[in-house]
């Protein structure tokens, strides 16, 4: 081996620190931080900006954490696949152990920190959603059912019910609802991708709704999560979470949101393949501002104070 | 005369560095913050006024 050879291989293996912060999935990080600064801001409880700013940190970091170890798990699976294959694991840019590494030193780092900062519930919750985003998800259902995609929801819907017991010490109906909000969401978002990335699922051996059940009863599953998903927003306009700001939204998008979803519903393979599935697409990017516009009019109605739409009712 | 080595390695690891460096310095700010709010706000709030008064 020459000196040249030795010098190639250190700089293909010595990462740099904007791989690190690739492993922790900044995208679903940003994510996490919005609804889990929306649950913390929508509790009837004042918190010191200074807890409520450290909560959602180390939040962040919990999500961050989580992300990192996803990332060891299914490095095999990122390697098969065209989305994921340049990720820094499958790509070779740090080794699977550090990522390991990573990713339980941050665990351990955001669960005692939100403990400390704000309490035992919220770090308790923060320690179990990461456990089930790993272990439940990752490791176990996400290559056995089609029904992964719902069941990962389940740990994505979880930073609003931590951002609320960080501020109040308590689970109420409110934080509850917003859970259900992300869960029946994240089922249409992922499945409306997976139509038109279907072939990299295949490769990968993931049993993808569309790869197990085949598009017609992906299509039909995404309209069925839809009509769940709007009646869970309008439910929600009963109980104080239901601002006017809130009333807007549910009335003005939720309709908008549905006739897409009923246009997925009715479309033929054919005619999803000649126009490049351009539907499933713009459903795909109504679905990220759906999710935006619902927890920021939550957020906005709980700074003007116009929460307790149901109290009026 | 002095020979140094300028090798894109040892660029990166600066960059790592600092970066590392820079968050375990924000990490030191958001504790400090929370322990001068902890204890500005919880039940050792005040306890310094009591011992100097007596």
């Known amino acids: ?313 | 005369m002095t020979i140094r080595v300028e090798h894109p390695l040892h660029r990166r690891r600066l960059g790592r560095n600092l970066a590392v460096g820079l968050l375990l310095a924000a990490f030191i700010l958001v504790v400090f913050g929370v322990t001068v709010v902890k204890l500005g706000t919880g039940p050792m709030a005040g306890a310094q006024g009591e011992v100097i008064s007596k």
């Open chain 1, 1 to 313: 081996m020459t000196d040249m050879s030795i010098s190639e291989q250190v700089q293909a293996g010595e990462a740099g620190f904007s791989d690190y912060f690739a492993l922790l999935k900044p995208r679903v990080m940003s994510l996490v931080v919005f609804t889990a600064f929306v649950g913390l801001l929508a509790t009837p409880v004042s918190v010191h900006p200074m807890i409520a700013f450290a909560s959602i940190v180390f939040i962040a970091v919990g999500a961050g954490a989580a992300g990192t170890l996803n990332m060891w798990c299914d490095a095999d699976i990122d390697k098969r696949m065209r989305r994921t294959r340049r990720r820094p694991v499958p790509s070779g840019k740090v080794a699977a152990g550090e990522a390991l590494g990573l990713g339980l030193a941050l665990s351990g780092l955001s669960i005692v920190m939100l403990g400390l900062v704000a309490n035992l519930l919220a770090a308790a919750l923060l320690a179990f959603t990461i456990f089930f985003y790993i272990v439940i998800y990752s490791l176990w259902l996400k290559r056995v059912t089609p029904q992964n995609i719902v069941i990962g929801g389940a740990a994505g819907a979880l930073p609003p019910i931590i951002g609320w017991a960080a501020a109040s010490g308590s689970v109420s109906l409110e934080a509850w609802l917003m859970f259900a909000l992300i869960l029946v969401w994240t089922p249409p978002h992922f499945w409306a991708l997976a139509l038109f990335t279907k072939s990299d699922y295949g490769v990968a051996k993931i049993p993808m709704l569309t790869v197990t059940h085949g598009t017609k009863v992906t299509r039909r599953s995404i309209f069925q999560y839809t009509v769940v998903l709007l009646t869970i927003a309008v439910a929600s306009l009963f109980t104080p979470l239901g601002g006017f700001v809130y009333l807007a939204v549910v009335l003005g998008f939720g309709p908008i949101f549905l006739a897409d979803a009923y246009r997925i519903l009715h479309r033929s393979e054919e005619a999803a393949c000649d126009d490049h599935f351009a539907v499933e697409k713009r459903f795909f990017k109504l679905s990220l501002y759906y999710l935006f516009l619902h927890f920021g009019a939550i957020l906005v109605d709980s700074f003007i104070g116009w929460n307790g739409l149901g109290a009026l009712l």
